[in-house]
């Protein structure tokens, strides 16, 4: 993370720029104002273009946390998936422990649990733990997010400064370029660059929305496990509860 406090506002930077600035005056002040208004131009697109890349690494620092919490997500479902799968073995151990105990009241027990069907018995587990599986829509936005792992590490240590130290390109103009942007190369490598810059907002922001989505769907299939859980601790406790009684009686 940056060092910029909380109250840290990135768009303070663009308040300065907002300050009227009066345009000289002369007798030559005609040729003075054009070129008072040609570097008043090429400063606010020079402050716009520094104002989109704030906002762009914000966007990215913002996914990177929005990736951590999803992680965090796929663990705790681990944890939730390990919980219930021990909840079912204590209840099969349970029942065949009821099943012994039956057998040792009665004397005719014996014969007739063995002429019972014995417990579906679950595998043992091997060793090593599973590796939890989310929904498939967490999974797909984790992955695409990854991939924009580069350019974290592009930007590290300091990850609001991605693009600020950018060179502006400068190449030929294109046909196509040059009915589209600005004739002034300056200017026109600062409108490629806001372009560019807001193009990658515009995707950042959806892969923002698709983490939002995907942690949504996984919180609601994690309540429904705990909802299950829940229900089976409490049947599980019921069980713990009569086999103490029948053990008292024995």
């Excluded at 579906?120 to 733990?129: D, F, T, W």
């Excluded at 769907?217 to 599980?236: A, F, G, P, Y």
Aim: glycine share 4%.
């Amino acid at each position: 993370m940056s060092g910029y406090p909380k109250s840290y506002n990135p768009f303070d930077d663009d308040v300065e720029d907002e300050v009227a600035r009066d345009p000289p005056g002369g007798p030559d002040a005609p040729m003075d104002r054009q070129q008072y208004l040609r570097q008043e131009v090429l400063r606010r697109a020079e402050a716009t273009a520094a104002s989109t890349s704030r906002s762009l690494s914000l966007m990215y620092e913002s996914e990177k946390v929005g990736v951590a919490s999803c992680e965090e997500l796929v663990r705790q479902r681990g944890v939730l998936e390990h919980t219930e799968k021990m909840v079912d073995k204590m209840d099969q151990d349970l029942k065949i422990s009821q099943k012994h105990i039956n057998s040792i009241k009665s004397v005719f027990g014996g014969f007739i649990n063995y002429f019972k069907s014995k417990p579906v018995e679950a595998p043992p587990e091997q060793n090593g733990s599973i590796t939890p599986q989310p929904n498939s829509r967490l999974k797909e936005a984790i992955n695409t997010s990854m991939d924009q792992e580069s350019k974290y590490q592009a930007s590290h240590p300091n990850l609001r400064r991605l693009h600020d130290e950018d060179p502006i390109p400068k190449g030929p103009a294109s046909a196509e370029t040059t009915e589209v942007y600005p004739k002034n190369s300056s200017l026109r490598a600062y409108h490629q660059k806001i372009d560019s810059n807001l193009d990658e907002l515009s995707m950042g922001l959806g892969r923002l929305k698709d983490i939002a989505l995907g942690m949504q769907t996984e919180i609601e299939e994690q309540d429904d496990i705990l909802d299950r859980l829940t229900t089976k601790v409490d049947k599980l406790d019921i069980n713990i509860k009569s086999t103490e009684k029948k053990v008292r009686q024995l």
